[in-house]
């Protein structure tokens, strides 16, 4: 405990024969002691800790671009071209979410969170890139397969990332000024007992999965267009998994192995494009 100036001698004896001689914790506690109690963060922790963590994250982001490019270097084809085809290719995944989120807000809020809305979706970003790996294979013909269709993914990926990016900007923004937004968000992250740790590790991870599944399921299709249809099957489960998600208390989420479908749908999309890859 911290002396006060003043203490009488006897209280200052006591204090020093108590530090001298060891005391079991379990059966000497201070009651007035709380400093090994574990303290829910006020809103000030939480904003602090958000603020740093998405900072972080938006650091992170780019780097993940940097390394998506790096680790493709090797396999890039005669022409960059092929990673403008798949920047369009992410606008048009990014248009095809707008207009869904228009529609949803000019109708049924409800709808947001119905399955049919969301296969209709994944089918639509699937058929989008059939056409976007078609055209590629029509301009590009003298291109290897592969190649190619790891670089209208990458392309995808990028347009996904930066607006991640954005996005963790915007929002940090936002938490670290004063306004009703923030005290709002704050309020329901402290009412559900959510840390800023797993929230911005989840965010991450999703960003992560989102990269994988983008160069994954471009390379699929290139290999098979056939394949147009698992990769739609994986789109749907990953936003199912989502759904199912929202249906959970926030505090479990991240507790969940649900949580973790996004990240693991993109991962085993991206390692059955590579083992593709190497039996072509």
Do not use: K
Not at 135 to 151: D, S, Y
């Amino acid at each position: 405990m911290t002396e006060t100036p003043g203490t009488s001698p006897r209280v200052e004896g006591t204090a020093d024969s108590c530090a001298a001689t060891p005391q079991d914790p379990h059966t000497a506690h201070d009651p007035h002691d709380h400093s090994d109690h574990d303290h829910p963060p006020t809103g000030a922790d939480l904003v602090r800790d958000l603020v740093r963590g998405l900072s972080v994250v938006a650091l992170l982001i780019p780097v993940v671009i940097v390394v998506l490019l790096l680790t493709i270097l090797p396999m890039a084809p005669s022409t960059p071209l092929p990673l403008v085809l798949g920047l369009a290719l992410g606008a048009a995944h990014l248009l095809s979410l707008v207009v869904t989120s228009l529609f949803v807000s000019r109708t049924r809020r409800q709808l947001a969170v119905n399955p049919g809305l969301l296969a209709v979706r994944s089918a639509v970003d699937e058929l989008l890139r059939v056409a976007a790996v078609l055209l590629g294979l029509l301009l590009w013909p003298g291109e290897l397969r592969g190649e190619l269709g790891v670089w209208i993914g990458a392309g995808a990926a990028i347009v996904w990332l930066v607006l991640a990016t954005a996005q963790t900007v915007s929002t940090r923004r936002r938490i670290a000024s004063p306004s009703q937004w923030a005290e709002d968000a704050v309020a329901t992250l402290l009412h559900h007992r959510v840390g800023a740790r797993s929230t911005v590790v989840m965010r991450l991870l999703d960003v992560i999965g989102t990269a994988c599944f983008q160069v994954g399921a471009t390379v699929l299709v290139i290999l098979s267009p056939v394949l147009v249809i698992g990769t739609a099957v994986l789109s749907i489960g990953s936003g199912l998994s989502t759904l199912v998600l929202q249906r959970r208390p926030p505090a479990e989420r991240a507790g969940t192995a649900w949580a973790y479908v996004p990240l693991g749908v993109g991962v085993l999309t991206l390692l059955l494009a590579v083992l593709g890859l190497a039996t072509a």
